[in-house]
């Protein structure tokens, strides 16, 4: 099956700084994949779309100058929180989808990463 | 937009009873993907059922099956014979094609099922 790894699982950080969440397809390439966040008890939330060699495609209500995404491989996306405040806390969450609308379009979610801003 | 309602925030069952999860989405597409997904307390989401709206069969996978209502814009959740590992929170999600891949995931606001010993 297709597998979808994150690092870290969770991270700690201090106000103000930044921090780098990596989002890898192990078995497959992937030209888009996604991130979501979930509040404790909550549903997940859209954040952003990520194409490969391109600009990410932004939700509504979403910062895109505190959530940096770069697609810079076919394997590899990475979500960057930067000048982390404690209201960024959460549990993010990426997937991805194999190319071509194989497996019905079917996307792959990573196992998470919790993120806790002091 | 498109926006998925799941209207039960928790149901609890027996053991090896059925339970139904009710789904119900807006949108103006066509031409669309409904799916379900569980996510135990490991927080991995897990693909349970797929439906694609032309699909008018209903999909089924072993215990798991759906009611697909196209006209009335509903996509409920069948669970046969529960087993306690069925516990977890369950997400109705709504997808639209997009060129060759897909747009995200709009998912519902989950329903904790709890199955009793």
């Known amino acids: 099956g297709a597998v979808v790894s994150q690092h870290p699982s969770r991270v700690i950080c201090k106000s103000g700084t930044s921090v780098k969440i990596e989002c890898r397809s192990l078995?497959?390439?992937?030209?888009?994949m996604f991130w979501y966040r979930q509040f404790p008890k909550k549903s997940l939330m859209l954040m952003a779309t990520?194409?490969?060699?391109?600009?990410?495609?932004?939700e509504q209500g979403v910062e895109k100058d505190k959530f940096l995404i770069n697609h810079a491989s076919l394997t590899l996306s990475t979500l960057t929180v930067t000048s982390a405040h404690p209201e960024d806390s959460s549990f993010y969450i990426c997937?991805?989808?194999?190319?071509?609308?194989?497996?019905?379009?079917?996307?792959?979610f990573g196992p998470g990463t919790r993120l806790t801003v002091l | 937009a498109q926006t998925v309602t799941q209207s039960q925030p928790e149901m609890s069952v027996q053991e090896a009873e059925t339970v139904t999860l009710s789904c119900t989405y807006d949108?103006?597409?066509?031409?669309?993907?409904l799916f379900w997904y569980k996510q135990p307390p490991s927080r991995q989401m897990i693909l349970v059922i797929r439906?694609?709206?032309?699909?008018?069969q209903n999909a089924t996978e072993n215990r798991f099956s759906v009611n697909f209502q196209k006209a009335a814009k509903s996509f409920s959740l069948k669970i046969s014979d529960s087993q306690l590992g069925d516990t977890a929170m369950y997400f109705c999600?709504?997808?639209?094609?997009?060129?060759?891949?897909?747009?995200?995931?709009?998912f519902g606001k989950g329903t904790h099922l709890i199955i009793q010993p």
């Open positions: 997937s991805a989808i194999i190319p071509g609308g194989r497996a019905g379009n079917e996307q792959f």
């Open positions: 078995d497959f390439q992937a030209t888009t």
């Open positions: 990520s194409n490969e060699g391109s600009k990410a495609t932004y």
């Open positions: 949108t103006s597409e066509n031409n669309y993907y």
């Open positions: 439906q694609e709206a032309y699909k008018q």
């Open positions: 999600a709504f997808m639209k094609p997009s060129g060759g891949g897909a747009d995200g995931l709009t």
